[in-house]
């Protein structure tokens, strides 16, 4: 029962990992497109929290919601 974080702009994203039933947390950076669909195939979220560079890209953002049956939601603010 995980929750993913996904942060990032062109081909560098850093994406987090929350377990809810335990509160483990598990952080990581990829650098492709495809690194980032296979690292959260990991997991298998129940729902995916993008920035809102990263909601920008249709492409992904449908991908993402295609593939993994998540919920899809853009972060309502950025955390600097």
Request: charged share 30%.
């Amino acid at each position: 029962n995980f929750l993913c974080a996904v942060y990032g702009e062109e081909k560098n994203y850093g994406v987090a990992f929350s377990d809810l039933t335990t509160g483990e947390v598990f952080v990581t950076n990829v650098h492709e497109r495809q690194r980032l669909i296979d690292e959260i195939a990991r997991y298998s979220p129940t729902e995916i929290v993008l920035s809102c560079e990263v909601f920008k890209n249709t492409k992904l953002r449908d991908e993402l919601r295609y593939r993994f049956s998540s919920a899809v939601e853009m972060m309502k603010t950025e955390i600097l």
